[in-house]
């Protein structure tokens, strides 16, 4: 074997473990997320991964856990995210219809900058309750692979329902809302 094949070989195996080892990584990161997603899909209602965020337009924090006894919409979002943009005034005039009935939105804005996400939440009118988690440290743990994804919490802190990508229809978000709202 010639110098340069053999420095070749040795560089695509360099390569080889380096993907391995950040796959293993990702892996370790996001591995309690695909639980919840595996458990969905074989029609399990896995405990959703609790969270305590600053909230982005008031003082304090909020927590999954303060939602217990209602059903939960949690949306993850970005700003710079093209599909988010689309469903926000969808979730916004979902959520004017059903507070007030053991209902509670939470937005989670993640991988975006604090300043970009308010504007956001401004130009869309946007007033249910929404967290800042800018490193992203929750998405994982939910298995979030992209924007925007939306999860359905039951009263007992049960994951029931997700749909990945925009909400397109009021009829989706009513779907996953009654799942959460029926008795376990």
């Known amino acids: 074997m010639s110098g340069w ?11 080889v473990v380096a993907a391995l080892l950040g796959l293993l990584a990702w892996k370790v ?3 309690s997320g695909d639980e919840v997603t ?8 896995p405990q959703a991964p609790d969270f305590t965020l600053p909230h982005l337009t008031a003082a304090g924090e909020l927590s999954l856990e303060s939602s ?7 949306n993850f979002w970005a700003s710079w995210c093209i599909p988010c943009k689309e469903e926000m005034p969808l979730l916004q005039r979902s959520w004017q219809r059903w507070k007030g009935r053991g209902v509670v939105f939470i ?14 939440l401004e130009r869309y009118r946007v007033t249910y309750p929404n967290v800042y988690d800018g490193k992203g ?19 007992q802190g049960r994951v029931v329902y997700r749909i990945a990508g ?18 376990a």
């Open 107 to 120: 937005g989670v804005n993640a991988k975006d900058f604090r300043g970009d996400a308010r504007r956001f």
């Open 166 to 183: 925009a909400v397109r229809e009021p009829a989706e978000l009513d779907d996953g809302i009654q799942r959460a709202l029926a008795p």
């Open 29 to 31: 990161v996001v591995g």
């Open 68 to 74: 217990r006894g209602k059903a939960v919409v949690l």
């Open 38 to 45: 595996a458990s969905l899909a074989s029609g399990s209602r």
């Open 5 to 15: 094949l053999r420095l070749g070989a040795q560089a695509a195996a360099v390569v």
């Open 137 to 155: 440290s929750t998405l994982g743990r939910y298995g979030v692979t992209a924007f925007p994804e939306t999860y359905f919490v039951d009263a």
